[in-house]
């Protein structure tokens, strides 16, 4: 399919598909050699120094919590405290320790275009009350200069608002526009828009999304340097509406600091465990093969990990950058944290034997099965132990919770010098917004961790399932 544009505005990127998947270089991109006077440290070395660091960290933390473990235990015995320490300080710090030193390690391969074109992609956009963005998110695909060819699938989810006149209001000979008669869910949506699909690449764009210039062809140039069996590559999804209220402005700084981070680490290690449905691109033909995004509250994590327990490896490209509005009231958050919380449990229903992979990723499987053990030490330990502190009772949050912050700091500072350098690579500085950062920093989790228990739980006790909010 020929695409022409009358006006070309360099803001984002895309992708391809035909039969077979498109062939890629067969390059090593994870570690490429060594330059010259550089130090060569393989993926499974770095792997291998960090988890070193990360035990150091933890016998460390550990032997300094002993008196606050035997002031616990006196109270509430050996078995709880250990549990409440463990929960809300010994494997926080393990896991932030390991994923300092990887970060720090992380030398990202550049992209290599295969040539000065790229395959064909169909775009798929899910929208369900989208009035008031979905003009908006297509006109910043138009305005990508994308090497290649692609079409634009967009599936109307029996949206109640004005959403199907915004739509039929477009005219782009690389648009369809699909409207449902009734609301069925955003996997129904997309397995319709897949049964569309004409190229070998299938990318997802949430409908109130904003692509930045490039990234449709930084999130393909990704996919296409990667080894040989990626079947999907996660875009960098970032806040587009931070300037809202405090909600947005904290939310920015998790998708900036926290989310970013955590995909480009497991990315070193050959496995993103999220492609997210916001912003990835995936091989179409094996989506096909796998039947599509199931029909669960968490759609792209069921099947990402669905990709991965086939054998197959999932990207990041951390320069591949979309926006996209976040939720705008605490309510609105709490339920979509719940819904991924939500999410992680059906993927674990689903595909649990990961856990026995044998691949680096696996740490990062395990990790999440620790999440909600965790969370609920958060919860029901960490918050009230300082209710009591403020108190003066230091049972649990006491002076030595204090060694918690130097590493909590550290970590805050590598991921926003990496993210920096990132954003001034693509002609994007980081905006001051000191009020939402020390609001992440230091009382998002008191609003994420329950949220996310609560979300465990439903899954847990099979409560009903909505799209509801991203």
Known sequence: MKREFD???????????????????????????????????????????????????????????????????????????????????????????????????????????????????????????????????????????????????????????????????????????????????????????????????????????????????????????????TRAVAGAVLVRNSRENLVTAAQEWDYFHGIAAIKRLQSLYQGTLVAQGAFSVYDTRTIRELGGWPHTVGEDIVLTWNLLSHGHRIGFAENACVFTNAPTTWTQFVRQRQRWSRGLIEAFKAHWPLLFKARMTTLFIWWNLLFPYIDLAFTLAFIPGLVLALFGIYWIAGPLTLLLLPLAGLVNLVMFRIQSRMFAEQGLRVRRNWRGFLFYALCYSFVLQPACVIGYAMEILNRSKTWGTK
């Not at 006077?37 to 016998?59: H, I, P, Q």
């Open 7 to 229: 006006r070309t505005i360099e803001e984002l990127g895309l992708s391809t598909w035909a039969e077979a998947p498109p062939e890629r270089p067969v390059t090593p991109v994870l570690d490429s050699p060594a330059r010259a006077g550089r130090l060569y440290l393989s993926v499974r070395g770095k792997f291998t120094l960090s988890l070193v660091a990360a035990f150091a960290w933890a016998v460390f933390s550990y032997l300094a919590a002993q008196p606050w473990l035997g002031d616990l235990s006196r109270l509430v015995g050996t078995a709880p405290a250990h549990l409440a320490i463990f929960g809300i300080a010994i494997l926080p710090g393990f896991m932030n320790a390991f994923l300092i030193t990887s970060l720090c390690l992380d030398r990202r391969p550049p992209i290599r275009m295969p040539g000065t074109t790229l395959p064909g992609i169909s775009i798929l956009v899910a929208a369900y009350n989208e009035e008031a963005s979905i003009q908006s998110t297509i006109k910043s695909i138009a305005a990508q200069q994308y090497p290649g060819p692609f079409e634009v699938i967009v599936i109307n989810d029996g949206s109640s608002d004005g959403t199907a006149q915004a739509l039929d209001a477009l005219r782009h000979p690389w648009l369809k526009v699909i409207h449902l008669a009734r609301n069925a869910g955003k996997s129904n949506a997309l397995n319709v828009g897949l049964a569309q699909v004409r190229h070998d690449l299938t990318l997802t764009v949430d409908g109130d999304s904003y692509l930045y210039k490039d990234a449709l062809r930084n999130l393909v140039g990704r996919y296409m340097s990667d080894p040989p069996e």
